[in-house]
């Protein structure tokens, strides 16, 4: 194991912490945006961060967030754009020379080899558990009982490849409690209270795609199967055949883009694809009514906190995680339009500022110096976060 590195700034040890992550590309949004800001967090509190991420061609840059090192990966079809890190040999030659004090891996599938890696190299190792193994095989048509099967399979591989799971919500714990796996921490995920603020509710952004007397909707989200992206089309058709007027749009790209275009034909929806401009993003949902999470594995949601922070009300699938993430300030409802339809109406009922009040508190539970202190704990780093990490 390699010697840890010192801060002398600081005072305290400071570690060379190895990310490795697959599925993360450039229209990526909420792995992609934890990332950054626990990379950012564990800069801020002295360490080094270095991430590594599949892409087109090699490259090694420094960022905000740390070294970033990209490796060639090939494409996954039917994805949208995903790649994953293919090359096992090159990927731990990279490892030999960076020679980690932790390694934090976002992938348990094609990736669980690193735990092996890890395990060999005496270095502690963490898998984070950012979906649950068998709600995305459920999203993808696999039956109840085999998909728990399956997962529970996978998920007993997992916990005893690495040192430790980190599981974001208890939500996402449950899968692991079920197979008896006692390695497993909580850490939640966070969001930037100041970037993302009422605020940013911008009258003009509003008119762009609604007016007065209509319903704003929004939903921020990756149009692949196991997001479910159709839901919030459904919940759309049912307010308008109520008489509601209303308008849905729809941030975020991805495979099922054409097909769900098609299938919105005569709906008042706007397809924006990949809002790469933070600002306008952070406008949009600041200024939206209510905000659609229809994704029923979602075990975070980071999305959804993003716009709570906006201060915008959020409607949840209640077979996800977000349940317990927006508390009672959103409504949830099953997973088909008519009761996601039922729950934005419930929500429109209670004043707006009232609603927009309750949906910005509770997302000040979740600032992202909380998310990095738990997720250095689980490396069993030192947890002094600076203040400036909000």
């Not at 800069?43 to 090694?60: C, I, M, T």
């Not at 706007?270 to 949009?284: E, K, M, P, W, Y």
């Not at 009672?328 to 339809?341: E, P, T, Y």
Request: net charge positive; charged share 25%; proline share 5%.
């Amino acid at each position: 194991m390699s010697v840890s590195r010192i801060d002398s700034g600081a005072g305290v040890a400071a570690l060379r912490i190895v990310r490795l992550a697959n599925f993360v590309a450039p229209a990526s949004g909420g792995l992609r945006t934890a990332l950054r800001e626990l990379g950012k967090g564990y800069r801020a509190a002295g360490h080094e961060s270095v991430l590594v991420v599949p892409g087109e061609r090699v490259s090694d840059v420094e960022t905000e967030q740390g070294r970033v090192i990209t490796l060639p990966g090939p494409l996954l079809p039917g994805t949208g754009g995903y790649r994953v890190l293919a090359d096992k040999r090159r990927v731990a030659r990279l490892l030999e020379e960076l020679a980690p004090d932790r390694l934090e891996v976002s992938d348990r599938t094609t990736l669980r080899w690193t735990g092996r890696w890890a395990r060999r190299a005496r270095i502690p190792a963490v898998m984070v558990s950012h979906e649950t193994a068998d709600g995305v095989l459920r999203t993808w048509g696999v039956p109840e009982g085999a998909a728990r099967r399956a997962a529970d399979a996978l998920n007993v591989r997992t916990a005893h490849s690495y040192a430790r799971v980190v599981c974001t919500t208890e939500f996402a714990e449950r899968e692991f409690v079920r197979i008896g796996a006692r390695n497993v921490v909580r850490a939640p995920l966070g969001v930037d209270l100041v970037e993302r603020h009422p605020a940013l509710r911008d009258p003009g952004v509003r008119s762009r795609y609604a007016r007065v007397d209509e319903t704003l909707l929004v939903t921020c989200t990756r149009l692949s199967v196991e997001k479910r992206p159709g839901t919030a089309l459904d919940a759309l058709e049912a307010l308008v055949r109520r008489g509601r007027r209303a308008v849905l749009v729809v941030a975020g790209d991805g495979p099922l883009r054409a097909r769900l275009e098609q299938r919105a034909r005569g709906l008042p929806v706007v397809f924006l694809g990949h809002v790469s401009d933070r600002g306008l993003l952070g406008a949009l949902q600041a200024s939206a009514d209510v905000c659609l999470a229809p994704g029923p594995a979602e075990t975070f949601g980071l999305a959804a906190l993003e716009a709570m922070a906006c201060g915008t009300p959020v409607v949840a699938s209640a077979s996800s995680a977000l349940p317990e993430v927006i508390g009672s300030s959103g409504a949830v409802a099953a997973d088909h339009g008519g009761a996601f339809a039922d729950a934005v109406e419930m929500l429109l009922e209670r004043p707006s500022a009232a609603r927009r009040e309750a949906a910005r508190t509770r997302a000040e539970c979740f600032g992202w110096r909380t998310a990095v202190a738990a997720f250095l704990a689980a490396h069993d780093a030192p947890v002094t976060v600076p203040g400036g990490v909000r």
